[in-house]
């Protein structure tokens, strides 16, 4: 089978999956939930609960369809990008906000980790460049989610009609995704329940204890955990500060516009220079920008610094998922996959939820600069003790050919 064709589908239903995804999520949902009486402890709670339900359903997603079949998980993970965004305008309170954002959750959940699964599986030459792309295309959508939602909610002042707006969109990966050709038999594991469900277990058990892939993922974790905290309450602080609903759609954009172009970059440097020293630059970046964001005023110096915010982003996520799979053992990629969204997710639906506390009893800019310093500490770890194995598989190559 080849790359290509596959890798067109998963790029085409992922952009367009996060663009409805990503629509339904920010800015409106901070403010939709705000206009429904949510204290910030329960915004940011409703903001991480899509993100809560990928802690718990990634890692099984992924170790499923190691034994199940890719195509047949990603069929799975479109139809929740599908149905969820027509039930908003049913929503009446917090409470029921929080239920349907935990079911909407299972979408990216389920997708996410057995797409790049898949991407690692069909590219193991230049995976890291190839990562990043696939991670581009989805920052397409995810950029001209927030700038599209932003100025439908600011034209209409409408939650249903934005939310609807946001399904129509979401059919749409559904259908794309079944357009993949069928997994040869042995890819989806034709085998008894009994022995599928020892797979399971197996694949499971060998990527949890397997310590470098974990304190890579727990990175990423960090740097979403100050992702996360943007995402959830920089729109709020936007607000109060005077910046109307297409402003804040537009600064936000721009963050995900900067992480988008600079992803393939980020993952082919990675190939080339290693994947440690791009991820610690990565996080630097972002740990230096995060606390001067709710410092900021103006559209122009928001702007700027939420799109350099995005390109420690953009450095960081390529090259951490790249060292994930380089990292996995034959046929646990899925598995490998599922525990770094896991952590990952854990660390993004901590960001809203850590910083709603902290906002409650400092400041903006006191608790971005915590979730700062927590993000530099993360980096320190993994300088200390991860080493990169495309160094290693380097430096092995050289001695090798000396010794000949």
Known sequence: MKAGKPFLILVMAGMISRFSYQMARSPILPRFAQDLGSSPELIGLIVAASTITGIFIKLPAGALSDVLGRRRMLILGAFFFAGPPFLYPLVEGPVSLLVLRFFHGLATAIFSPVAAAYVSDIFQKGRGEKLGWFASAN?????????????ILFSTASYPVTYLVAGGLGLLPLLIVLCLPAEERSQASATTNPRRWAEFKAGIREVLTNRPVIIASALEAAMYVGYGAFLGFFPLYAKRIGHNDAEIGLIMGGQLATTMM???????????????????????LCALSLPLIVRGQSFSTLLALSSFFGFGVAIVTPSTTALVADLAKAGR?????????TIWDSGEAAGPILAGFLISSLSYSNAFLIISILMAAAAATFA????DPLVTASGQTQEKSSSR
């Open 333 to 341: 990629m899925g598995s490998a996959m599922g525990v770094f969204g």
């Open 262 to 284: 600079g992803k393939p970059a980020g993952g082919w440097l990675s190939d080339r220079i290693g994947r440690k020293p791009m991820i610690l630059l990565g996080l630097f």
């Open 384 to 387: 200390i003790t991860v080493r």
């Open 139 to 151: 920052d397409i959508g995810s950029t001209l989610g927030p700038a599209v939602g932003g100025f």
